[in-house]
């Protein structure tokens, strides 16, 4: 899937590393420069594409989620806000499914930036009283940053819903998540770490609410090491969904479960408050250390 991104025809050539493209019904910015390929939907600020120049693809996708505009994109970086979860509807917030706009970019020979906004309307008062602009930067090179800027007067959750490409989910291995964990699929039970480490023998859906500020992926039979930077978090959640409910997804491959992990930069258990000059943050920064 992440090939088919950069084969797309393209629109409009905004720049010499930058250009729209369109796939199905979505717009998407796609960035080929010497050091990294990208690309970033219009709808939902969403990443669905980072790999660094000679490395293989960082950021999962499903080869089976629809670009319809108003569903949401299965994989990528989904950003979940104003809410994380089933706490409104649509689930894990608004942002995700509507369009965002292109508001700034710029480039230089390490890489691109990219800065796209959404502000309330019509449609986002029905489904949540506040005024609030938001912004999502980028930065695309060796690493990856990103960053949601949240502007108004209210209180929101939200997550940065990564998904990861692995070679093989049973020889993963989460590190850094802290001691004190939240088990979705057993409840809502509080659990308790003693190393503060996951790894994937079935389905598991955690909020870890007492992380490290780095998680690494230690993806063993891709013989690589994920490092996800965490900044203004309260929360880290970790999901796979395992074989069982794999398979009941419309918009993932039976088997889908065993080539990503979801490690997510969250506000989960302590809502990000947002007020006149100080806008609520959450960011995360993306880098590879490859093994001998």
Same mark, same amino acid.
């Given at each position: 899937?992440?090939?088919?991104?950069?084969?797309?025809?393209?629109? /409009?050539?905004?720049?010499?590393?930058?250009?729209? =493209?369109?796939?199905? *019904? &979505?717009?998407? %910015?796609?960035?080929?420069?010497?050091?990294?390929?990208?690309?970033? $939907?219009?709808?939902?600020?969403? &990443?669905?594409?980072?790999?660094?120049?000679?490395?293989?693809?960082?950021?999962? @996708?499903? #080869?089976?989620?629809?670009?319809?505009?108003?569903?949401? %994109? =299965?994989?990528?970086?989904?950003?979940?806000?104003?809410? !994380?979860?089933?706490?409104?509807?649509?689930?894990?917030? !608004?942002?995700?499914?509507?369009?965002?706009? &292109?508001?700034?970019?710029? #480039?230089?020979?390490?890489?691109?930036? @990219?800065?796209?906004?959404?502000?309330?309307?019509? *449609? $986002?008062?029905?489904?949540?009283?506040?005024? !609030?602009?938001?912004?999502?930067?980028?930065? !695309?090179?060796?690493?990856?940053?990103? #960053?949601?800027?949240?502007?108004?007067?209210?209180?929101?959750?939200?997550?940065?819903?990564?998904?990861?490409?692995?070679?093989?989910?049973?020889?993963?291995?989460?590190?850094?998540?802290?001691?004190?964990? +939240?088990?979705?699929? /057993?409840?809502?039970?509080?659990?308790?770490?003693? /190393?503060?480490? *996951? $790894?994937?023998?079935?389905?598991?859906? =955690? +909020?870890?609410?007492?992380?490290?500020?780095?998680?690494?992926?230690?993806?063993k039979a891709g013989n690589r090491v994920i490092e996800v930077y965490h900044h203004y978090q309260s929360d880290v959640v970790t999901w796979n969904p395992g074989a069982e409910l794999s398979c009941?997804?419309?918009?993932?491959? /039976?088997?889908?479960?065993?080539?990503?992990?979801?490690? #997510?930069?969250?506000?989960?258990?302590?809502?990000?408050?947002?007020?006149?000059?100080?806008?609520?943050? @959450?960011?995360? $920064?993306?880098?590879?250390?490859?093994?001998?």
């Amino acid at each position: 899937m992440n090939e088919k991104l950069f084969t797309l025809p393209v629109v /409009n050539q905004v720049t010499p590393y930058i250009s729209l =493209r369109q796939i199905d *019904q &979505l717009p998407v %910015i796609v960035i080929s420069h010497p050091k990294v390929r990208a690309a970033v $939907t219009l709808q939902g600020a969403h &990443l669905v594409a980072w790999q660094p120049s000679g490395e293989k693809a960082v950021i999962w @996708l499903s #080869e089976k989620t629809p670009f319809t505009a108003g569903k949401a %994109i =299965r994989g990528g970086v989904p950003i979940c806000w104003p809410w !994380f979860g089933p706490a409104g509807e649509p689930a894990h917030g !608004f942002a995700r499914i509507l369009p965002w706009t &292109l508001s700034a970019h710029d #480039e230089n020979e390490d890489g691109v930036m @990219l800065t796209l906004v959404l502000e309330s309307n019509e *449609q $986002t008062k029905k489904l949540w009283p506040h005024d !609030f602009t938001l912004f999502a930067r980028f930065r !695309f090179g060796e690493h990856c940053e990103m #960053e949601l800027e949240a502007h108004g007067d209210y209180e929101a959750t939200a997550a940065l819903h990564s998904y990861f490409a692995v070679e093989d989910i049973a020889g993963v291995e989460v590190s850094g998540l802290g001691n004190h964990f +939240i088990d979705k699929v /057993n409840n809502g039970v509080t659990g308790v770490s003693e /190393n503060g480490r *996951q $790894t994937y023998p079935s389905r598991v859906d =955690r +909020i870890h609410t007492q992380p490290e500020d780095c998680s690494l992926i230690h993806d063993k039979a891709g013989n690589r090491v994920i490092e996800v930077y965490h900044h203004y978090q309260s929360d880290v959640v970790t999901w796979n969904p395992g074989a069982e409910l794999s398979c009941s997804l419309a918009d993932m491959a /039976n088997d889908g479960y065993k080539t990503f992990v979801c490690v #997510e930069t969250a506000h989960v258990s302590k809502p990000m408050k947002s007020a006149g000059e100080k806008p609520a943050r @959450l960011g995360t $920064t993306l880098r590879l250390r490859n093994k001998a």
